[in-house]
């Protein structure tokens, strides 16, 4: 049911900015793209960080860790005049050595069509294009079983993860 | 043992730049400091890395990695002339949400007196001082105690560490 309907080269670059890139959709009727340039609106990226079940931060804090995140994609669901954010993902990290990705969402209403893959594929992807052989994240009880399906492993080599919480 | 022998603050920010302050030390005939601005010798820090076990990675890479790291912590074995780099931390992260904590390493010859968890508190420490909440990392096997034995949680809410290699 991967649909047939995508932008061209020209409509891609100007919505959505360098590197934007077509999103196989599940509806023939909906375009869906991926882009790294194109600015988010805070408040529609916490309303969909929250629709996923992220609490609320503080706006200030998240524009600064945007700003200072390697990465940051969009998912876009396109539309001439307002294109809609229904999935997003970012990564920290050094450029070279480590890259972690945080706050991987699909809006609900999106979920269930291998959507979560192709972003995560589109992650992948961009991380390896500058260089990066390893990616690591801090996976939710919940989306556990949804890594490893894609060849993520867990605990290699028997690493553990460990939080520190500042009092 | 914790001993006396320590530099006086002109001193510090003279070798050590700013931000530098002294760690207890295990003998008294022996300066130990932290630093965040003196500038490693590249060569002196992929044979401490080694040292306790790391892979040898590109030099060129190494650099970047450092000049994108949000914190670099050298534990410094001082002396007027030649201060030697005994200790290391770095992290990465997006300044205010997110810090990852990468590359820690005690040289063998200076383990077992606690010097570990001082380099830990002050990379803790300096974290918080920028506002960051919840510092993260992936234990290796061996040091999965060492932290735990600090107060970091492990997995907690179930969270579980994910790696993916490029192909």
Chains 1, 2 share one sequence.
Not at 41 to 65: C, F, H, N, T, Y
Not at 124 to 150: E, H, M, W
Request: net charge neutral; glycine share 8%; proline share 5%.
């Amino acid at each position: 049911m991967i649909g047939s309907y995508s932008l061209t080269t020209e409509e891609l670059q100007e919505a959505y900015g360098d590197g934007a890139c077509n999103c196989p959709s599940p509806n023939e009727q909906m375009a869906l793209v991926f882009s790294q340039a194109r600015p988010f609106d805070l408040v529609e990226l916490e309303q969909l960080l929250r629709s996923v079940g992220w609490s609320q931060r503080p706006m200030r804090k998240v524009q600064i860790a945007l700003d200072n995140s390697l990465l940051k994609v969009g998912l876009w669901r396109h539309d001439q005049s307002f294109p809609r954010l229904i999935g997003f993902a970012r990564c920290t990290g050094d450029g070279v050595l480590e890259a972690t990705v945080w706050d991987v969402a699909v809006h609900p209403i999106y979920q269930g069509f291998g959507l979560g893959k192709l972003l995560m594929d589109y992650v992948n992807r961009s991380l390896r294009d500058i260089g990066i052989r390893r990616i690591t994240l801090f996976a939710d009880p919940g989306v556990v079983a949804f890594y490893k399906s894609q060849g993520w492993l867990l605990e290699p080599k028997g690493h553990r993860c460990a939080f520190w919480y500042a009092n």
